[in-house]
């Protein structure tokens, strides 16, 4: 078990020093892992089912903001390899306890379920991290349409008034992606380009409505009215999100108040009980 165990972590560790190597090599220079599997999965002509795996899983884990909870420009041969190793310990750890230890009859099957869960634990933390993060980004969202709006009507380029909506972005993820934007800008990417690659980077609804809004400016000129509806959308969402976090804070309040009724009641009937004994004993 352990031989196998050291095969596939050295395997694991040669896939991650070849992609590595083939992004080096092959990407453009400044560019990140998504924009490189983005190119390649556009470019490729032959249907190759391992590459477009590969390649997609990427995209997709740039867009659930595993560069941001989990390793800043993680790869896919990288993730698979820490899910590997989160499973490998796991189940190690429960083989030892459940088998060697307490010698329990069900430990291989212990042992399987821990490792199984284990290995889906990464993807089950990204996608919850992903959901709190467009939760959280919701107020930054619609300060940045707001931006927009407000140096649009003040009679900014709609370049650099996403240039300066940058300033009044706080989540770290949204910043840096808008970092991201701006110096695509700034490097003479045309818009539509740039707010493809930022629309990449979430899966929140409400970018992919701003960066339709911003892109709709080139074939209609009118973005005003667009960017106010886009801002009283994100206000209604952010107060549907707030109403849900209300329920869940009162339905734990009543759960926590059912418990501490009940510890108390089982005390109460404790007392009792003992009394009960005390004065049958005395008798």
Same mark, same amino acid.
């Given at each position: 078990?352990?031989?196998?165990? !050291?095969?596939?972590?050295?395997f694991?560790?040669?896939f991650?020093?070849?992609?590595?190597l /083939?992004?080096?090599?092959?990407?453009k220079?400044?560019?990140?892992?998504?924009?490189?599997a983005k190119?390649q999965?556009?470019n490729?002509?032959?249907?190759?089912?391992?590459?477009?795996?590969?390649?997609?899983?990427?995209?997709?884990?740039?867009?659930?903001?595993?560069d941001?909870?989990?390793?800043?420009?993680?790869?896919?041969s990288?993730?698979?390899?820490?899910?590997a190793?989160?499973?490998?310990?796991?189940?190690?750890?429960?083989f #030892?306890?459940? #088998?060697?230890?307490f010698?329990?009859?069900?430990?291989?099957?212990?042992?399987a379920? #821990?490792t199984?869960?284990?290995?889906?634990?990464?993807? /089950?933390y990204?996608s919850? %991290?992903?959901?709190?993060?467009?939760?959280?980004?919701?107020?930054?969202?619609c300060e940045?349409s707001r931006?927009?709006?407000?140096?649009?009507r003040g009679?900014?380029?709609?370049?650099?008034?996403?240039?300066?909506?940058?300033? #009044?972005?706080?989540?770290?993820r949204?910043?840096m992606?808008?970092i991201?934007l701006?110096?695509?800008?700034?490097a003479?990417?045309?818009?539509? %380009?740039?707010?493809?690659?930022? %629309?990449?980077?979430?899966?929140?609804?409400e970018?992919?409505s701003?960066c339709?809004?911003i892109?709709s400016?080139?074939?209609?000129?009118?973005?005003?009215?667009?960017?106010?509806?886009?801002e009283?959308?994100?206000e209604?969402?952010?107060?549907?999100?707030?109403?849900?976090?209300?329920?869940?804070?009162?339905?734990?309040?009543?759960?926590?108040? !059912?418990?501490?009724?009940f510890? /108390?009641?089982?005390?109460?009937l404790y007392?009792i009980?003992?009394?009960?004994?005390d004065?049958?004993?005395?008798?």
């Amino acid at each position: 078990m352990i031989v196998g165990l !050291l095969l596939f972590l050295i395997f694991a560790l040669v896939f991650t020093t070849i992609q590595t190597l /083939l992004l080096r090599k092959e990407g453009k220079e400044g560019s990140d892992s998504k924009t490189y599997a983005k190119e390649q999965l556009e470019n490729l002509k032959e249907r190759r089912t391992l590459k477009e795996f590969v390649l997609r899983k990427q995209i997709k884990l740039k867009k659930y903001g595993a560069d941001i909870f989990v390793r800043d420009g993680i790869l896919v041969s990288q993730w698979y390899l820490y899910k590997a190793l989160f499973a490998s310990v796991a189940g190690v750890i429960t083989f #030892v306890l459940s #088998v060697k230890v307490f010698h329990a009859d069900a430990g291989y099957i212990i042992t399987a379920a #821990v490792t199984a869960f284990a290995w889906f634990f990464l993807d /089950l933390y990204l996608s919850m %991290e992903n959901k709190q993060s467009n939760e959280a980004m919701m107020p930054d969202i619609c300060e940045m349409s707001r931006s927009v709006l407000y140096g649009k009507r003040g009679g900014q380029y709609i370049i650099d008034a996403i240039k300066d909506a940058c300033i #009044v972005v706080e989540n770290k993820r949204l910043k840096m992606g808008m970092i991201k934007l701006r110096s695509n800008l700034d490097a003479g990417r045309s818009l539509e %380009e740039s707010l493809n690659e930022f %629309e990449m980077s979430f899966t929140t609804p409400e970018i992919a409505s701003f960066c339709t809004v911003i892109k709709s400016l080139q074939t209609t000129g009118h973005v005003e009215e667009a960017l106010k509806t886009l801002e009283n959308n994100i206000e209604r969402g952010q107060a549907g999100v707030n109403k849900r976090k209300c329920i869940v804070l009162e339905n734990k309040t009543m759960v926590y108040v !059912l418990l501490i009724a009940f510890d /108390l009641l089982i005390m109460i009937l404790y007392c009792i009980i003992m009394k009960l004994l005390d004065m049958q004993i005395a008798f």
